[in-house]
């Protein structure tokens, strides 16, 4: 079955013609949006409002740990009702590598209803085989695994290529659902994108299981314009609306060009 695509004809001013891209449920120009302890209600209306551009929720930043369980039951149905999946964040999980309660963090994810989790080392040290290990325990749960490539907080910034596509390599064959490429210190945090090791990473790699962490309206605005709409995109909740406006290319200053008086119908 081919890509499914949409131009959004159904909605309003339906009759502007804008440029298509592919509609939901979505395999690429994913948007995944982080949720760092939305309430509930405001969590529902925001959906209401995005949802038809939101692909995945990542509850994260540890949230889940403070949470009730039926905060988070909810919140994922209210997702799942809307056509959009939920995975947790990776810093519970290092949490549980730390202690030892890997096996049991995956089974209260599976519970709790969502449909991944992340493995991530944003706060551990973690040999590549170890966390390859980690990804097929969680895939092997029946979750959709999203595994993090690079480090947060490690300079990163002289990393060659081969670096990171040796670790892709490693957690594609472990079974990762998609690989998240950490921002910091390639798109975040530096003077200069560092454009050349994206460009070869997408020479080297399936740039369609990649997730790119752009949490920026510069990072946002290279690489849609290096990769182009489809590429997939880990942002803020607040970036949604203008991510998906730049998506479909209506969103640049000076876009449409000159208009001549033939334009003008009523």
Same mark, same amino acid.
């Given at each position: 079955?081919?890509?499914?695509?949409?131009?959004?004809?159904?909605?309003?001013?339906?009759f502007?013609?804008?440029?298509?891209?592919?509609?939901?449920?979505r395999?690429?120009?994913?948007?995944?949006?982080a949720?760092?302890?939305?309430p @509930?209600?405001?969590?529902? %209306?925001?959906?209401?409002?995005?949802?038809?551009?939101?692909?995945?929720?990542?509850?994260?930043?540890?949230?889940?740990?403070i949470?009730?369980?039926?905060?988070?039951?909810?919140?994922?149905?209210?997702?799942?009702?809307?056509e959009?999946?939920v995975?947790?964040?990776?810093?519970?999980?290092?949490l549980?590598?730390?202690?030892?309660t890997?096996g049991?963090?995956?089974?209260?994810?599976?519970?709790?209803?969502?449909?991944?989790?992340?493995?991530?080392?944003?706060?551990?040290?973690?040999?590549k085989? %170890?966390?390859? =290990?980690?990804?097929?325990?969680?895939?092997g749960?029946?979750?959709?695994?999203?595994?993090e490539v690079?480090?947060?907080?490690?300079?990163?910034?002289? @990393?060659?290529?081969? &670096?990171?596509?040796?670790?892709? =390599? @490693?957690?594609?064959?472990?079974?990762? &659902?998609?690989?998240?490429?950490?921002? =910091?210190?390639? @798109?975040?945090d530096?003077t $200069?994108?560092?454009?050349k090791l994206?460009?070869?990473?997408?020479a080297?790699?399936?740039?369609?299981?990649?997730?790119?962490?752009?949490?920026?309206?510069?990072?946002?605005?290279?690489?849609?314009?290096?990769?182009?709409? =489809?590429?997939?995109?880990?942002? $803020?909740? %607040?970036?949604?609306?203008?991510?998906?406006?730049?998506?479909?290319?209506?969103?640049?200053?000076?876009?449409?060009?000159?208009?001549?008086?033939?334009?003008?119908k009523?």
């Open positions: 079955m081919g890509d499914k695509y949409s131009d959004l004809s159904d909605k309003a001013f339906g502007i013609q804008i440029p298509r891209r592919s509609a939901k449920p395999e690429k120009g994913l948007t995944i949006v949720d760092k302890g939305l @509930l209600r405001f969590f529902e %209306d925001w959906l209401d409002l995005v949802g038809d551009y939101v692909d995945w929720v990542k509850i994260g930043t540890s949230f889940q740990r949470a009730s369980r039926e905060h988070l039951r909810d919140k994922i149905k209210i997702a799942h009702d809307r959009v999946r995975f947790f964040a990776g810093d519970v999980t290092e549980a590598v730390i202690q030892g890997v049991q963090y995956f089974d209260e994810c599976l519970a709790l209803g969502a449909d991944g989790a992340e493995v991530a080392t944003a706060q551990i040290i973690l040999d085989n %170890d966390k390859a =290990e980690l990804v097929r325990l969680g895939t749960k029946g979750l959709k695994i999203v595994a690079g480090h947060k907080g490690l300079d990163t910034r002289n @990393l060659p290529a081969a &670096w990171y596509l040796r670790e892709i =390599e @490693l957690l594609r064959a472990a079974g990762a &659902w998609r690989l998240l490429l950490q921002g =910091e210190g390639i @798109l975040e530096v $200069e994108i560092r454009g994206l460009y070869e990473l997408a080297g790699t399936d740039l369609g299981t990649l997730i790119i962490q752009g949490k920026d309206a510069r990072a946002q605005k290279f690489l849609i314009e290096s990769f182009g709409p =489809e590429v997939s995109l880990d942002v $803020e909740f %607040d970036q949604v609306v203008a991510l998906e406006l730049s998506r479909r290319g209506i969103r640049k200053r000076g876009l449409f060009g000159l208009i001549g008086p033939g334009n003008l009523p």
